[in-house]
């Protein structure tokens, strides 16, 4: 009993240092931003193991921002994956239907398709993983006028887990970055993603995911800084 309660003061010390670090480093970015904003995220996810090596899953998630006033985004993924090396890497495809608020405040339906590859290792308590994607978003022109359309992305995600035998809790930490693919003036990266979260198993087949995110502009005219809380149900049959 000791054993548990040592472990769990340990678990929530590193928790608080986690949220500490990705405040203290979304502040830094919010002061150098034009613009930013308070959002909420919700939603849920079921994945289903396919075999030996495949997997699928399909997911809703549905956006607020102006300090979580306004809905701003609703979202349905499918995604299939085909697994190898043990389950360690794996590679797979989506599509996400997206009705979104575009910067003419109408709301639009998009079409994006993702393909992805993804490596993951465990030492003793942490688990390293990387998440490369390539993306391309089609675009409503009667509903906006675009630039670029489809928009093209290619994003890569470092994330660390640390593993605490026998606890409910998952806790993570990542790093994304958003690589624009496709600009007829000049690619660039325009977007970093940090987030910190954990995962709380509610039963053998479900868990509850909370997150705090920060996703910063960079190299644009009008930074903008948004600061998510996010809470997602998942289960596995």
């Not at 956006?63 to 809905?71: E, G, K």
């Not at 003036?185 to 087949?205: E, K, M, P, S």
Request: net charge positive.
């Amino acid at each position: 009993m000791k054993n548990e309660e040592l472990r769990m003061k340990n678990f929530y010390k590193r928790i608080s240092l986690l949220v500490v670090c990705l405040i203290f480093h979304s502040s830094f970015f919010i002061l150098h931003s034009q613009t930013f904003d308070l959002a909420g995220a919700g939603g849920y996810e079921v994945s289903k193991d396919l075999g030996r090596f495949f997997d699928a899953s399909l997911s809703q998630e549905v956006r607020f921002n102006q300090n979580v006033t306004n809905y701003c985004r609703f979202e349905t993924t499918a995604e299939a994956n085909y697994n190898f090396w043990r389950k360690q890497a794996k590679v797979g495809v989506l599509y996400s239907f997206i009705n979104k608020e575009n910067s003419d405040y109408l709301y639009e339906n998009r079409h994006r398709f993702t393909l992805q590859a993804a490596y993951k290792h465990e030492f003793i308590k942490w688990k390293l993983s990387w998440r490369g994607r390539f993306q391309t978003t089609f675009r409503d022109e009667t509903r906006g006028d675009y630039k670029i359309n489809p928009k093209n992305y290619l994003r890569n995600r470092v994330q660390v887990d640390y593993i605490i035998r026998g606890s409910r809790f998952k806790p993570s930490l990542s790093c994304e970055f958003f690589y624009q693919l496709n600009n007829p003036d000049h690619n660039i990266i325009d977007q970093i993603r940090a987030t910190v979260g954990t995962d709380y198993v509610l039963t053998r087949r479900s868990s509850l995911e909370v997150f705090l995110r920060y996703d910063k502009e960079i190299q644009v005219k009008t930074p903008a800084g948004v600061l998510m809380l996010g809470v997602f149900y998942k289960y596995k049959f």
